[in-house]
Structure formats: C-alpha cells, structure tokens
C-alpha cells in the first residue's frame, strides 16, 4: 500500500483521493507556521495558547481569553486528558475520555461568545493528537449544519461530542491510511498528528472543493483540488454510452460517489443495479426501500467495493443481461 495513492474513505461518504497532495498543499499556503508549531501540553491554558489561536482565526476577544485563562474548571480537566491518539483509545476507555471531553466543552462554551471553532483551537494544542479543530467548515462537512447561526448551547455541546465521535470511528476505520500519510509526510518541518491531518482534510475539503472558496494566505489552492467539479461529476456518463440488442442507446455507469447516488435517487430515473459476490446481482428502482445511502456507503466507500459496487442505466433488459441481475422482488422493476 505505502507504493499507492492514498483513499481516505470517510463516514459521511467522501472519499479523499491522495491525502498527501492536499495536506502539502495546505501547509504551503494556509496558516501552519504559528499554529501547528506551538503545542502546549500543559493542563493550564496561556496567553501564548491564545495568540496562537487567534492566527488560526479564532478571534477570541480580551473577555473571552480572560476567562479562559483564568478558569478553575479547565485544568482540573485537562489534568485527567492524557494526549494519546484519538483513533487509539479503546471503547472501554473512550467512556471516560468522552464524558471529559464533553465537560471540557461544556465549561468552554458556558463563556459567552466561546464556540466550537474557539474552544477546540485552543484545546488542540492542549491535547493535540486527541482533540480536532471543530470550526464552522469542519462541522458542516461532518454534520451538514452551519454552526455559524444561532444554535442553543446545549444543542451545539451534543453536536460538539457528536462530530468528535465522528472523527474517532474515520480515524479507526482508516487506521492504516492515516499511519500511511504520517509516513509520507515525515519530511514536513512541523510534524502534524493524525487528529489534525483529518480536521485539514475535511476543512478543505469542504472549503476548496465544495464551496470552492480559493483564498488563502499565501495564494490559491490549485494542484489538490478535486478533478471534477459538482456540475461535471456525471461527465462519466456521457463517455458510457453503448448499444442494447436492439441497437438502441443505453447509458450505464458505476456510481462513485455519494454525490452521484443521491442525485439518482432524487431524479428516481432509471435503474440501480446493486452486484454483489456473494449473492445474486439485484435490479432496484431508485426509490427502493433497500437503495438507502447507508448500504451503498457501506458497501462502496466503507469497504471499498471489496464485495460489489452500484451501477445506474436507464434500460432495464440491459441491466439484465449485462450484469445477469434479477429484479428486486420488493420495487418490482420489471413492471412498467
């Protein structure tokens, strides 16, 4: 595997295609000096700790870092966190570490105008191979919400928890990947921890690519971006154009991303052809009750399409004989 591009296959159903490229990239042009080279494993937050927060952005006012600093709970906390990595921590330990981590957040947010963004990039360099940068472009790739708007602080606490849990089962799942891309990246003059590697990936990701939001301190993100954008991400399916038996055009690709699959499932067009290696290969209607976006993550992104893949075409005889699928008995798409 160390010979390969690397494929980050992440819970939500993105997969990053070679990590590597992204994390130099962002390193050159984004805010890493300044930051990332000034960790503080202590159990006291400092004023040092929030000057560098605040070159990462945090924009923690004078009151703000008062109470930080000067806060009673925080070290008590801090002082039963070890820095161990997050996707190392057992399920039997993750227990304990979980419930401190969710009063360390619960006692940062109590202080008004301390969010996610403010608290975690300032925790990160407390405990940095535990805690993950949780600002507004991290939270919205991971849950799909934009923290940005008024959000109760006992709701944006769960969501807090809830988006850590998240980024431990990436870690343990990609285990291997991640050792992989510290590896590579050994010859970078500021070592970065695997917690921080992720939170880079899916910040990015959700800046560059999805949002296609290019500025950046030190100039525009360019070799790493994504290959296609959104509105070309079906150019596969005009260069899969064939012929049926009775020469007729069939359009039939493989679906990749979980991008392709709910765009096929809104439009509930066509056919979903779901292969399998140990049972036999299904024809489903897009709006099948067992076409649901957590099997074919599972399946596709998860797995990694070890044990079968997904397959859209908009002719139902050619799905038959192509892939020999039977129609699924439940959506019945053999019937008109």
């Known amino acids: 595997m160390e010979g390969m591009v690397l494929r980050i296959c992440l819970s939500n159903g993105e997969v990053i295609e070679d990590p590597e490229k992204r994390i130099r990239e962002y390193c050159e042009i984004e805010i890493y000096r300044g930051y990332d080279d000034c960790h503080n494993v202590t159990d006291e937050i400092t004023w040092e700790d929030i000057k560098a927060a605040n070159r990462l952005y945090a924009y923690i006012g004078r009151l703000e870092a008062e109470k930080l600093v000067n806060s009673r709970e925080i070290p008590v906390i801090l002082s039963r966190i070890d820095n161990v990595d997050l996707g190392d921590i057992s399920d039997y330990e993750w227990l304990r570490v979980r419930s401190c981590l969710q009063e360390l957040l619960r006692v940062c947010l109590a202080i008004r105008g301390v969010g996610l963004a403010k608290a975690t990039k300032v925790l990160h360099l407390k405990r940095p191979k535990l805690i993950p940068i949780l600002d507004s472009y991290v939270m919205r790739f991971l849950l799909n919400i934009d923290v940005r708007n008024f959000i109760p602080k006992d709701r944006l606490l769960k969501l807090g928890v809830q988006a850590i849990e998240i980024v431990r089962m990436d870690l343990i799942n990609n285990r291997e990947e991640f050792a992989i891309l510290q590896r590579k990246l050994h010859d970078l003059p500021i070592p970065l921890e695997k917690v921080r590697l992720y939170d880079i990936l899916c910040w990015t990701t959700e ?62 067009e066509g056919f979903i052809v779901i292969t ?8 489903h209607r897009p709006n099948c009750r067992w076409v649901t976006r957590e099997n074919f993550v599972e399946k596709v992104i998860r797995n990694k399409c070890r044990n079968g893949r997904y397959f859209w075409t908009n002719d139902f005889e050619y799905a038959k004989n192509r892939f020999k699928a039977q129609p699924c008995r439940t959506c019945k798409p053999d019937r008109l």
């Open 207 to 268: 800046k560059w690519d999805i949002r296609e939001e290019l500025n950046a301190p030190y100039g525009k993100p360019s070799r790493s971006l994504r290959r296609f954008k959104k509105s070309e991400m079906f150019g596969e399916e005009q260069k899969a154009l064939t012929y049926n038996e009775d020469m007729k055009f069939v359009r039939c690709y493989e679906i990749k991303t979980v991008e392709q699959f709910e765009m096929i499932r809104s439009k509930g």
């Open 276 to 283: 399998d290696i140990a049972n036999p290969n299904k024809i």
